[in-house]
């Protein structure tokens, strides 16, 4: 099946295929469902045949016991039968819900890092966590109890019928004046519907923007009123609920109103055929309790319908992410004798604009190779296409002779150690934080790798040491703390090839040497890539290619560029005298 063909399926369809291993569950929930609500109507009958039995005169207690002891323990049935089905079809819903976001977070993985940093953060969170969590009221509510709620008018609406058709069709005249204010809160809800979500999103994506950027706003004296990005989403988002509420909840609330109102059509027509002598009483008394049966039932099966007309959008969301297309990678391994890096006519565009020109490098096997150039210039989507982060849009690139496309996604992440200048660490201890470099790793050479880029020591004054937690994103540790960690996670790793996306750009002077030392002993023996933003840091590579506007100007060693390369001069000039006015200072 196509990507065409999966967006013509039903959200529906979508959720019994999800529920796919729990199919047993969500059958069994709904027959209890079921269960209880007949249990929940006998007793409305029981209650007719003790009024007929009024109506007659009867005066033996035996009779009203009898229906009065199988009223209530038709009640208690309806009461264990809902939990059961309750109990049941969460039980069954979470565990999709579970499943669905497991699946959802290896998805993330497999796709390319344009796809997932196209998608702000927030909204991705929003999805994954609050969105799916939107499926849960149909799975553990809908499918069992609207189904079984609508099952219990149809047998008390049979017996009508089995008593006199006459009224049993007569009951049925407000189910069209009702379904016709259903479709009417229909008309441009989906519409309306998915301007307040994807309003919503936006509000939350605004929001941790403006949460991060807390300390820029402050200073700059702005708040939550000021900055008109955050005022501007608070706004939409509340038009978008308040439209969406006013142009459905009129026919939402008619169509509640309207179809359970039988007794409306039912009482006229059953004292017309008692005054033409063709009805009974004691059927009327049966017929009116049967009918205030239904009640119950059909307002617990039309209060749904909200959920059911936002699950298709719900739906969508989630396969924004699970449909979306991965990085088409094989499974099986491939034999690789040699860690050269080649890349030949490379392209890449970022939507429709090409940051990458048909560019030529080669980087020989354990040798030390610098990108440098202007900022923009294309150095770190270069190092980035390497790391198959994203494909490139036209050319190649070479590990070992074998194209980064043809290398199993899992087979390439173990042979690349990648370091950014984000140096992101979780909100786990900094023992785990380390391993994440080599998930089987011993605490033995968690350690070894911590002292051979200098963190031990800072790691030891820590209040728990390596059992310390780091807090969000690495917030209780130093800028310097966070880099050095990151570095011995790398060198944990122990990847043939070594990937330092401006790594240490942001290193004070005090941590700077300590860090070169670190990634001195990280590189040895391997093929390193390093994304230049400090020179000094690099002069000694064994090749140093400047990227300039998406093309690359000149590649040799430092002394080579000084001479040939005008750019690469300018820049070495200009950092040397910037290093030399912060000494001075």
Same mark, same amino acid.
């Given at each position: 099946?196509? @990507?065409?063909?999966?967006?013509?399926?039903?959200?529906?369809?979508?959720?019994?295929?999800?529920?796919?291993?729990?199919?047993?569950?969500?059958?069994? =929930?709904?027959?209890?469902?079921?269960?209880?609500?007949?249990?929940?109507?006998?007793?409305?009958?029981?209650?007719?045949?003790? *009024?007929?039995?009024?109506?007659?005169? &009867?005066?033996?207690?035996?009779?009203?016991?009898?229906?009065?002891?199988?009223?209530?323990?038709?009640?208690?049935?309806?009461?264990?039968?809902?939990?059961?089905?309750?109990?049941? =079809?969460?039980?069954?819903?979470?565990?999709?819900?579970?499943?669905?976001?497991?699946?959802?977070?290896?998805?993330?993985?497999?796709?390319?890092?344009?796809?997932?940093? +196209?998608?702000?953060?927030?909204?991705? /969170?929003?999805?994954?966590?609050?969105?799916?969590?939107?499926?849960?009221?149909?799975?553990?509510?809908?499918?069992?109890?609207?189904?079984?709620?609508?099952? +219990?008018?149809?047998?008390?609406?049979?017996?009508?019928?089995?008593?006199?058709?006459?009224?049993?069709?007569?009951?049925?005249?407000?189910?069209?004046?009702?379904?016709?204010?259903?479709?009417?809160?229909? !008309?441009?809800?989906?519409? /309306?519907?998915?301007?307040? *979500?994807?309003?919503?999103?936006?509000?939350?994506?605004?929001?941790?923007?403006?949460?991060?950027?807390?300390?820029?706003?402050?200073? %700059?004296?702005?708040?939550?009123? $000021?900055?008109?990005?955050?005022?501007?989403?608070?706004?939409?988002?509340? @038009?978008?609920?308040?439209?969406?509420?006013?142009?459905?909840?009129?026919? %939402?609330?008619?169509?509640?109103?309207?179809?359970?109102?039988?007794?409306? #059509?039912?009482?006229?027509?059953?004292?017309?055929?008692?005054?033409?002598?063709?009805?009974?009483?004691?059927?009327?008394?049966?017929?009116?309790?049967?009918?205030?049966?239904?009640?119950?039932?059909?307002?617990?099966?039309?209060?749904?319908?909200?959920?059911?007309? /936002?699950?298709?959008?719900?739906?969508?969301?989630?396969?924004?992410?699970?449909?979306?297309?991965?990085?088409?990678?094989?499974? $099986?391994?491939?034999?690789?004798?040699?860690?050269?890096?080649?890349?030949?006519? !490379?392209?890449?565009?970022?939507?429709?604009?090409?940051?990458?020109?048909?560019?030529?490098?080669?980087?020989?096997?354990?040798?030390?190779?610098?990108?440098?150039?202007?900022?923009?210039?294309?150095?770190?989507?270069?190092?980035?296409?390497?790391? #198959?982060?994203?494909?490139?849009?036209?050319?190649?690139?070479?590990?070992?002779?074998?194209?980064?496309?043809?290398?199993?996604?899992?087979?390439?992440?173990?042979?690349?150690?990648?370091?950014?200048?984000?140096?992101?660490?979780?909100? &786990?201890?900094?023992?785990?934080?380390?391993?994440?470099?080599?998930?089987?790793?011993?605490?033995?050479? !968690?350690?070894?790798?911590?002292?051979?880029?200098?963190?031990?020591?800072?790691?030891?004054?820590?209040?728990?040491?390596?059992?310390?937690?780091?807090?969000?994103?690495?917030? @209780?540790?130093?800028?310097?703390?966070?880099?050095?960690?990151?570095?011995?996670?790398?060198?944990?790793?122990?990847?043939?090839?070594?990937?330092?996306?401006?790594?240490?750009?942001?290193?004070?002077?005090?941590?700077?040497?300590?860090?070169?030392?670190?990634?001195?002993?990280? !590189?040895?023996?391997?093929?390193?890539?390093?994304?230049?933003?400090?020179?000094?840091?690099?002069?000694?590579?064994?090749?140093? *290619?400047?990227?300039?506007?998406?093309?690359?100007?000149?590649?040799? $060693?430092?002394?080579?560029?000084?001479?040939?390369?005008?750019?690469?001069?300018?820049?070495?000039?200009?950092?040397?005298?910037?290093?030399?006015?912060?000494?001075?200072?």
């Amino acid at each position: 099946m196509d @990507h065409t063909e999966k967006h013509k399926r039903g959200a529906f369809s979508y959720l019994f295929e999800w529920a796919a291993p729990y199919r047993g569950k969500c059958a069994l =929930s709904v027959v209890t469902a079921t269960l209880g609500v007949l249990c929940a109507v006998v007793p409305y009958f029981c209650v007719s045949k003790i *009024v007929t039995l009024l109506i007659a005169g &009867e005066r033996s207690l035996s009779p009203y016991l009898f229906w009065v002891v199988a009223a209530a323990l038709f009640w208690a049935g309806n009461y264990l039968f809902h939990s059961i089905s309750t109990t049941i =079809s969460h039980g069954a819903a979470f565990a999709v819900i579970a499943d669905t976001r497991r699946r959802m977070c290896e998805k993330l993985a497999r796709l390319s890092m344009g796809k997932v940093l +196209a998608r702000p953060s927030g909204v991705t /969170k929003n999805i994954i966590v609050e969105r799916l969590d939107g499926i849960e009221p149909t799975l553990a509510h809908v499918v069992p109890e609207m189904t079984s709620k609508l099952l +219990a008018p149809v047998a008390i609406l049979i017996y009508v019928f089995i008593l006199d058709w006459r009224v049993a069709l007569w009951s049925l005249l407000t189910f069209p004046i009702g379904m016709l204010a259903m479709m009417g809160m229909r !008309v441009g809800y989906e519409e /309306k519907y998915s301007r307040y *979500v994807k309003s919503g999103k936006n509000l939350n994506a605004v929001a941790v923007e403006y949460i991060n950027g807390i300390e820029v706003i402050k200073t %700059f004296s702005q708040t939550a009123k $000021t900055y008109k990005k955050f005022t501007d989403a608070a706004h939409e988002s509340a @038009h978008s609920a308040i439209d969406w509420m006013k142009d459905t909840q009129i026919f %939402f609330s008619l169509g509640m109103v309207v179809i359970p109102s039988v007794l409306v #059509s039912v009482l006229p027509a059953c004292v017309l055929f008692y005054l033409q002598g063709t009805l009974p009483v004691n059927e009327i008394v049966v017929i009116v309790v049967l009918c205030l049966g239904m009640m119950p039932p059909l307002i617990g099966a039309m209060s749904y319908s909200d959920d059911l007309a /936002k699950i298709g959008t719900i739906v969508g969301e989630i396969n924004s992410i699970l449909e979306d297309e991965e990085l088409r990678r094989p499974e $099986t391994n491939v034999q690789l004798d040699r860690f050269d890096i080649e890349g030949k006519a !490379v392209r890449f565009s970022y939507k429709d604009t090409e940051v990458l020109h048909s560019v030529d490098f080669f980087f020989r096997e354990g040798t030390v190779n610098a990108l440098v150039g202007p900022s923009g210039s294309g150095k770190s989507t270069l190092a980035r296409l390497i790391a #198959s982060m994203w494909d490139v849009t036209g050319g190649s690139i070479t590990i070992g002779g074998v194209d980064v496309r043809d290398i199993p996604l899992r087979q390439l992440n173990e042979m690349i150690a990648y370091v950014s200048q984000d140096n992101f660490l979780f909100n &786990e201890t900094v023992r785990e934080n380390l391993r994440k470099g080599r998930p089987g790793a011993t605490d033995a050479e !968690v350690e070894a790798s911590a002292r051979a880029s200098g963190c031990h020591e800072f790691i030891m004054q820590l209040e728990k040491g390596y059992d310390t937690m780091v807090g969000s994103a690495g917030g @209780h540790l130093s800028g310097g703390e966070r880099q050095r960690l990151s570095i011995a996670r790398a060198m944990l790793k122990d990847a043939p090839i070594v990937i330092l996306d401006e790594a240490t750009a942001y290193t004070d002077p005090e941590n700077e040497a300590v860090i070169q030392n670190a990634v001195a002993r990280l !590189v040895r023996g391997k093929t390193l890539i390093v994304v230049a933003h400090r020179l000094s840091t690099i002069t000694d590579s064994d090749q140093i *290619v400047m990227v300039r506007d998406g093309h690359i100007e000149a590649a040799g $060693t430092h002394e080579t560029l000084l001479e040939d390369c005008t750019l690469y001069r300018h820049l070495w000039e200009t950092h040397i005298g910037s290093k030399d006015a912060v000494e001075v200072k």
